[in-house]
Each structure stands twice: as C-alpha cells, then as structure tokens.
C-alpha cells in the first residue's frame, strides 16, 4: 500500500518540472525576496526593541530603586540599544532601496512624471516634517499637546503626498516609509544620543559614586517623548506598509 505512491513519483516529478510554479527564479526576483525579507528582519528587530521599551522596559524602571538602576542600566542598555538603533538603520535603508528601485519608477512612468524627481521631492517632504518635529519634543514637555503636534504634521505631511503622487503603492509606502525615516531620526537624534550620557552617569554613579547630573532628568524626559512617539508612529507606518500591497487603501486621484 505504501509502494503505490512512489510508483507515480518519477511522472510527478515530469509533471513538476515542465510547470511554471518550479521555475527558476530570475536573479532580480531573488533580489527582491532578499530585499523584502532582510527589510521584515530589521523591522521586527527594531519595532519589538521598541515596544520592549515603552510596555516593559519604562514600567519597569519606574519601580526600581537607584542602586539597583546602577546595575541593570548598565549593562541592559547598551546591548539593547544597539540592536536598536542599527535595527532602525537596516530597516530604513533597505525600505528606501526597495522603494527607489521597484516602487516609484512604475507609478512615475504611469504618470509621467521624472523618477528622481517624486524620490528627491519625497525625501525633502520628509526632512521638512522632521525639522519641525525635533524642536517641538524638545520645546514642548506636555506628552499629550505633543502628540496633537505631531498628528497634525503628519497629517500635512499625508496629504501633501497624496496630492503630488499617483499609485497607491507610492502614496501608501511613501507615508509609511516616511513616518520610519522620521523615526529612524528620532533613534539617532534624540533617543540614542541622549541614552549614551544616561548610561555613562549612571554607571559612573554606581562605580565611583559620582553624582548624577541634573540635567539627566530633562534628557530622560526627551528620551520618553521620543520613543513615544515613535511607538505611536508605528501603527500607522505598519498600517500602510500592509495595506500597500492590495486595495485596502485606494488614494483617489
């Protein structure tokens, strides 16, 4: 009885091997599966370290004493952030790639538009929005009227593009990988750069018992808007990146 399947074995696999769906794929498919999937990779590294953050790790820290602060941070932190911040960098890099290469160059041509110029016009919306957001979470301490700032940029941000480009694939990843690149600032910008000198006082405070500037409380202020932020920023940014592959989302032109 077992036999029976492994007679019709050798006419299978000739079935197999004349059919389109065990084609070998073309060296460009291949290189745009890597591209998808190392793009999932990062991403999962850098939205989980960021979810960590906001659900585990701050709730946490709220309840810890200062001695104990002084051993966890230090050594907690900086492997933490590291996977991080280059998380965010490999997410975004390899989105823009993928974005330039396979996404605005068809819905250009289809409108007939200049390819460079929808990718230069787009990075520049997108620096723009940022420039106005980094001062605003440094200016503005209240979590709450911040949050009702930035909603308001992007919404601007949002619209600008939806007015200027065509496709659906365009305007949605261009959000979406808009609202990543402003995250991916914020790491570096403020998250990162602020946590290097947090770690450094506090592990200096735990070693030598040196005293924690006060400044550090300010600067863990700006640590906690910014990957609030960030955190809030993701729902959307995740919304439309799934939403970009089918009709979910139509962008009425």
């Known amino acids: 009885m077992l036999t029976g399947p492994l007679n019709d074995l050798p006419a299978f696999l000739g079935f197999a091997l004349q059919g389109d769906w065990l084609a070998v794929p073309s060296a460009d498919d291949l290189f745009r599966m890597l591209l998808r999937w190392s793009h999932f990779v990062f991403g999962i590294a850098w939205i989980g370290l960021l979810y960590f953050f906001n659900l585990v790790n701050v709730p946490l820290m709220k309840e810890l004493d200062a001695p104990t602060k002084g051993k966890v941070i230090p050594k907690l932190m900086p492997k933490a952030l590291y996977y991080f911040r280059w998380g965010a960098v490999g997410t975004v890099l390899v989105g823009l790639i993928y974005y330039a290469i396979y996404i605005i160059p068809s819905d250009a041509q289809a409108a007939g538009a200049g390819y460079h110029s929808w990718l230069g016009i ?83 405070n735990a070693d030598n018992g040196t005293p924690i500037p006060a400044e550090s409380a300010q600067l863990a202020r700006k640590v906690f808007l910014a990957s609030r932020t960030n955190a809030w920023l993701s729902l959307p940014m995740l919304l439309l990146m799934g939403a970009s592959h089918g009709d979910y989302i139509m962008f009425i032109k």
């Open 122 to 204: 787009w990075l520049v919306i997108v620096l723009v929005t940022y420039a106005v957001i980094y001062p605003l979470i440094h200016k503005i301490n209240d979590g709450r009227v911040l949050a009702i700032c930035i909603a308001i940029l992007v919404i601007i941000m949002s619209g600008v593009m939806i007015y200027l480009f065509k496709g659906n694939k365009t305007i949605a990843i261009g959000i979406g990988g808009g609202l990543g690149v402003i995250m991916m600032l914020n790491v570096w910008g403020i998250i990162w750069r602020y946590q290097k000198k947090i770690i450094a006082w506090t592990a200096d």
